[in-house]
Antibody, heavy 123, light 108 residues
């Protein structure tokens, strides 16, 4: 069974930093592009960042550009999100999601998602 | 940035009823649209991709239709486990990848 599991969440003060990890099992993560998506309490989904298999292409949402850095270690089957200069509005559950290509589909879609890790930014 | 608007925000229905959820894009996304289901305390799950194709393991009561700017997710007969929040997502013009605000399907 393909599974992703995030870790590294917790309570952090405004201006602080955290590094989230996402580890895969039942899949070779090096074969897939990956994403980070977050969900503030009681709110909808917000895509944050995307990275290709060899890290040659990386995208960020404007809301985190310059503060967050996505990276991966294919040897460890892992994905990371370094979050700096955290703000109250960064409080959310953070999900990693695989880009999966269904046969005949032009684009990839988020499948599966990890269960998420909660980040709380508060003084 | 493509904005996706979902309606209604909340849909109150009984088990066995038909659910029709709408997603409207601010500009054409062709058929590059997906639907996800999220139950309380769980991660989202892919239901439909390419506007109308069911993901692996998704029951046939879920169907998607539409292209361009108007899309519909239909649940033909609601099962108890279908009461959840549903999000649409586009991949026609990105970054950024964008989601709709969600439709909550609740028990009437």
């Amino acid at each position: 069974e393909v599974q992703l599991v995030e870790s590294g969440g917790g309570l952090v003060h405004p201006g602080g930093s955290l590094r989230l990890s996402c580890e895969g099992s039942g899949l070779t993560m090096s074969r897939y592009s990956m994403n980070w998506v977050r969900q503030a309490p009681g709110k909808g989904l917000e895509w944050l960042s995307y990275i290709t298999t060899l890290s040659t292409t990386i995208y960020y949402a404007d809301s985190v550009k310059g503060r967050f850095t996505i990276s991966r270690d294919n040897a460890k089957n892992a994905l990371y999100l370094q979050m700096n200069d955290l703000r109250d509005e960064d409080t959310a559950v953070y999900y990693c999601a695989r880009d999966f290509s269904y046969s005949g589909s032009y684009w990839d879609w988020f499948d599966p998602w990890g269960p998420g890790t909660l980040v709380i930014v508060s003084s | 940035e493509i904005v996706l608007t979902q309606s209604p925000a909340t849909l109150s229905l009984s088990p066995g009823e038909r659910a029709t959820l709408s997603c409207r894009a601010s500009q054409s996304v062709r058929s590059y649209l997906a639907w996800y289901q999220q139950k309380p305390g769980q991660a989202p799950r892919l239901l439909i991709y390419d506007a109308s194709k069911r993901a692996t393991g998704i029951p046939a009561r879920f169907s998607g239709s539409g292209s361009g700017t108007d899309f519909t997710l239909t649940i033909s007969s609601l099962e108890p486990e279908d009461f959840a929040v549903y999000y649409c997502q586009q991949r026609a013009n990105w970054p950024p990848l964008t989601f709709g605000g969600g439709t909550k399907v609740e028990i009437k």
